[in-house]
């Protein structure tokens, strides 16, 4: 699933498979319910009915609607936000994200204190931070 997603307002989003025959087999039926909630997800895929990007939006499918037209300047406007930050502390952060995403609240915590900890140990952070990584827990089981 992508990161940041954004909509225009024309946009319409559904799980046709249903009407073929089949099933999702690119992971929707184990990714859509964790975006939408069970029953959204169910209901997508169960009657392939499509939903507006407004409803997708309420849903939490989507980040952000705006008008067709500004959709990719709108994207671009947030690529060049997160471009502009340390790229190896937007990596280590979907890491930690990602990875949180898919295990339990404790092992996603001691996965994002081990990436927190190697964010401050860069030399580029280190004035920035200014004591923030001081004491900073690490778990030392993994």
Do not use: H, W
């Amino acid at each position: 699933m992508c990161d940041i997603i954004y909509a225009g307002t024309n946009a319409q989003f559904a799980q046709p498979e249903i009407t073929l025959g089949t099933i999702p087999g690119a992971g929707a039926t184990q990714r859509l319910p964790r975006a939408v909630g069970k029953s959204l997800a169910m209901e997508m895929c169960l009657t392939g009915e499509r939903i507006s990007a407004e409803r997708a939006l309420q849903a939490g499918l989507v980040n952000k609607v705006f008008a067709a037209n500004l959709v990719v300047d709108e994207a671009i406007r947030t690529a060049e936000v997160i471009a502009s930050y340390s790229g190896f502390a937007a990596a280590l952060c979907k890491e930690a994200i990602n990875a949180g995403y898919e295990s339990s609240l404790s092992a996603g915590i001691r996965r994002e204190r081990r990436l927190a900890s190697a964010a401050c140990s860069l030399q580029q952070t280190s004035g920035r931070l200014a004591g923030r990584c001081d004491g900073l827990p690490v778990d030392e089981d993994e």
